[in-house]
């Protein structure tokens, strides 16, 4: 399975960007997806997470402005975020993960919040 985010950008705070991460097949009935973020000299954030059966989690920090959806027919998890801060401003990571302890990464999409 390949994962491949798209959507990064450079943007002004109170910006939005919508993050895409697109499989190689179908995997949204067999695995729970999620969005990562790591920050230069910080350690990998769990940001969004989207389970098999739709349920949804944020991290605290982000909760009222980001949003995490899916659509199946066309392999394609989403991040929707609005109200941008500079604390965003990171690494942002597509993962897929089973039950059973099969987990794909993506190779990640920068984006940057700054005046």
């Known amino acids: 399975i390949q994962l491949v985010e798209s959507g990064g950008a450079s943007v002004q705070p109170g910006g939005s960007l919508r993050l895409s991460c697109v499989a190689s097949q179908s995997i949204f009935a067999f695995y729970d997806m999620a969005w990562y973020r790591q920050a230069p000299g910080k350690q990998r954030e769990l940001v969004a997470t989207m389970a098999v059966g739709g349920g949804r989690d944020y991290v605290d920090s982000v909760k009222g402005r980001f949003s995490i959806s899916r659509e199946g027919a066309k392999n394609t998890l989403y991040l929707q975020m609005d109200n941008l801060k500079p604390e965003d401003t990171a690494v942002y990571y597509c993962?897929?993960?089973?039950?059973?302890?099969?987990?794909?990464w993506g190779q990640g999409t920068q984006v940057t919040v700054s005046s």
């Open positions: 993962n897929a993960k089973t039950l059973a302890g099969w987990e794909y």
